[in-house]
């Protein structure tokens, strides 16, 4: 499997961005999947995740209400829709495969990550 992660940019506080992340292979419908982002100086950090069906979806406290994570198995796609975002909110975004089909078995494919600045 490989993770295409696109949609970053720069965007001015309290705008929206909404990141993609295409993966290949034929097996994506199986696997949870997951937003990481990593800010400059700082660990990479989970930002949201989402079973492999997707009714079942989980957040940092920080984005909560903010941000939402979806997937459309029929695409090989998962979305991260990122509203009234902040300069808290600047990282490289990456997205992640679960190790099953629930987020809490861990994560063991990464993509390439995509840049996202939020100006004050």
């Known amino acids: 499997v490989q993770l295409q992660a696109s949609g970053g940019g720069l965007v001015q506080a309290g705008g929206s961005l909404r990141l993609s992340c295409a993966a290949s292979?034929?097996?994506?419908?199986?696997?949870?999947m997951a937003w990481y982002r990593q800010a400059p100086g700082k660990q990479r950090e989970l930002v949201a995740r989402i079973s492999n069906s997707g009714f079942y979806t989980n957040y940092e406290d920080s984005v909560e209400g903010r941000f939402t994570i979806s997937r459309d198995n029929a695409k090989k796609t998962v979305y991260l829709q990122m509203n009234n975002l902040n300069p808290e909110d600047t990282a490289v975004y990456y997205c992640?495969?679960?190790?099953?089909?629930?987020?809490?078995?861990?994560?063991?494919?990464w993509g390439q990550g995509t840049l996202v600045t939020v100006s004050s």
């Open positions: 292979g034929s097996t994506f419908s199986r696997y949870a």
């Open positions: 992640a495969k679960g190790r099953g089909s629930m987020y809490n078995s861990g994560f063991n494919v």
